[in-house]
């Protein structure tokens, strides 16, 4: 079965700092890779996906997301945080395709950016 | 155009009790699912359903159960509720074609078990 690893629980910056999340996934075929966010109180969001062509995949609100195969990785990016970014982040995985489309979740990673 | 809703947005129950939380969405999408999340255990799939009338087991579905009786509504039901049931309930949907496509959430229902 696949399993999707978040290695950070909680990581905590200064406004304007850079960040970059961890994901990391077990499945060795194709994959559909999602970066969801939630913000304090409230649904989940879509902030990128991977489907296929350029590793590098571009989201709203300036995050960023590299695909690198070799490493079963797709960890997430955004050059300078603001304050409103702070919410907690899911990388899920649809892994091989088929008929369900059912996405496995990471744990999460809650980012707390201080002002 | 609603998008994703749930209801109720909070309960509270007492063991044994039972409860229907309600899903519904208006963008005509065929696979609906429902998760589960608490803390420091992400979202895990409890159920999900590729089709008015169909459902099937996700990764935790013990103690619950669903029905897909329209295409727009997508029902989760606790028959004898318990305090490991305590959680936030989301459920989403998405288009059926394409793999490109995401799921999309609703606002959750946030269910405490005394």
């Known amino acids: 079965a696949q399993s999707v690893s978040q290695h950070n629980h909680h990581v905590i910056l200064s406004e304007a700092a850079s960040l970059e999340l961890g994901c990391n996934y077990s499945y060795g075929g194709t994959v559909n890779l999602f970066w969801y966010v939630q913000y304090p109180g409230q649904h989940l969001q879509l902030l990128l996906k991977y489907f296929s062509g350029d590793p590098l995949v571009k989201g709203i609100k300036g995050f960023e997301a590299e695909f690198i195969k070799s490493k079963f990785s797709f960890n997430l990016r955004k050059p300078s945080v603001q304050w409103s970014d702070t919410a907690e982040y899911f990388c899920a995985v649809n892994a091989g395709g088929g008929s369900n489309y059912k996405l496995t979740f990471g744990k999460g990673t809650l980012l707390t950016v201080n002002p | ?114």
């Open chain 2, 1 to 114: 155009n609603a998008g994703v809703t749930q209801t109720p947005k909070f309960r509270v129950l007492k063991t044994g009790q039972s409860m229907t939380l309600l899903c519904a969405q208006d963008m005509n999408h065929e696979y609906m699912y429902w998760y589960r999340q608490d803390p420091g255990m992400g979202l895990r799939l409890i159920h999900y359903s590729v089709g008015e009338g169909t459902t099937a087991k996700g990764e935790v579905p013990d103690g619950y159960n669903v029905s897909r009786l329209k295409k727009q509504n997508f029902l989760l039901g606790l028959e004898s509720a318990a305090p490991s049931q305590t959680s936030v309930y989301f459920c989403a949907s998405r288009q059926t074609s394409g793999a490109r496509n995401e799921q999309f959430f609703g606002p959750g229902t946030r269910l405490t078990v005394l």
